[in-house]
């Protein structure tokens, strides 16, 4: 018996040594690929610095991309610039992250010491707060949310009113690269409070009560105790309704304003002249999965009310599926038009208008159309539905209808 556990002690011992010799074999395994890929990376930024700076601005635009505000958002928007701004010119053109490009501070996107992030102290008992999505096109930005702001404020002067956002990734974009701080929903109403605000009515300047003026609703949800009054005033489009055929008074507003300014610009007197000349207007949107959807839809019925037969309504997203680009290019050559503007039917005219509407990439809406070989011309008109004064009446009147109500 003290044979066999002796023996079975020293066989134990020899596997304990084996397996730990093993072991220790690995980690130095790991331990010189580990070295290995350190060296690698420390050769890779010695040969070729301008890279390796590149991408530590990428990383650093890349951590302020996000739809989140945290505790060191204003940390990483400081951070951000400061390592774009310390880069070449050579070094800039090879920024390339997740979300990273040159394009991130580097677009000329106008003049942001033209905007007010209206986001002022000590305004009164009466808030008149416009919530947005939000653009980091400082022209677009001025012009569109800014205008709509003005208008709203002139027309109710005993009102304050103030701006959120609900993109955050566009207020870390314009306070990174302008130095610009927008509040978010969260910012602007905790502002509220803290400046003793009573009565709250609150405008968006969304098409429709889609998702985002679903999520702003629920924000507003958690402070509705916060204040003796709120009030929400309707989106630009108003009540949805059930079905494509289902249109309103805000709609034909709309669709008369679009039209009206898209004709103008074109150098025509009239859709109907246009339409005489082989011209087809294509109003893009955005386009959604909500069940808000069917509001476009509900655009091109009203469209075709107005006896716009050269009127045609499409979404970035696709959705609804006939509003999707290459339906929409079926749709106009099939009516027979051999012209075509491309306008934004939003409210600004920023990332998308510029970019997924008239870029130059070959998946833009101007160079599908181009591409088709249907038509002989394919011209973009860039201006968003917040600075036609007809949009902005709209929105006064909507406002309107808010503050009344808080007197019933």
Known sequence: MKRKTLLALLLSVSMTCGMTASTGVIALAEDAETAEEAEATEEAQDADPDQAAADN?????DKIYVQERTDTTDEDCAAAKEAWDALTDTQKE??????????????????????????????????LLVVSFGTSFNDSRVEDIKGIEDALQEAYPDWSVRRAFTAQIIINHVQARDGEKIDNMQQALDRAVEN???????QPTHLMHGAEYDEMVEALEEYSDKFESVAIAEPMLGEVGDDATVINEDKAAVAQAVTDEAVKEAGYDSMAA???????????GHGTSHTAKVTYSQMQTQMDELGFTNA?????????????CEAV???????????????????VAGDHANNDMAGDE???????FTASGNFDSVDTQIAGLGRIDAVKQLYVEHTKAAIDSLGE
């Open 57 to 61: 601005a990428a990383a650093l635009i």
């Open 94 to 127: 090879l920024v390339e992250g997740e979300e990273a490009s040159p394009d991130y501070f580097g677009a000329d996107t106008g003049d942001a010491s033209l905007d007010d992030p209206r986001n002022a102290d000590e305004i009164g008992e009466n808030e």
């Open 196 to 202: 003793g605000v009573k009565n709250l009515v609150v």
């Open 274 to 284: 246009a339409a005489e000349d082989g011209v087809a207007f294509v109003f893009m």
């Open 312 to 324: 045609f309504i499409g979404t970035v997203e696709g959705e609804p599926e006939d509003t999707a």
């Open 329 to 347: 290019i079926d749709k106009v050559k099939e009516a027979g038009f051999k012209k075509v503007i491309l306008r934004p039917l939003m409210v």
């Open 362 to 368: 070959e998946d833009s809406w101007k160079s599908q």
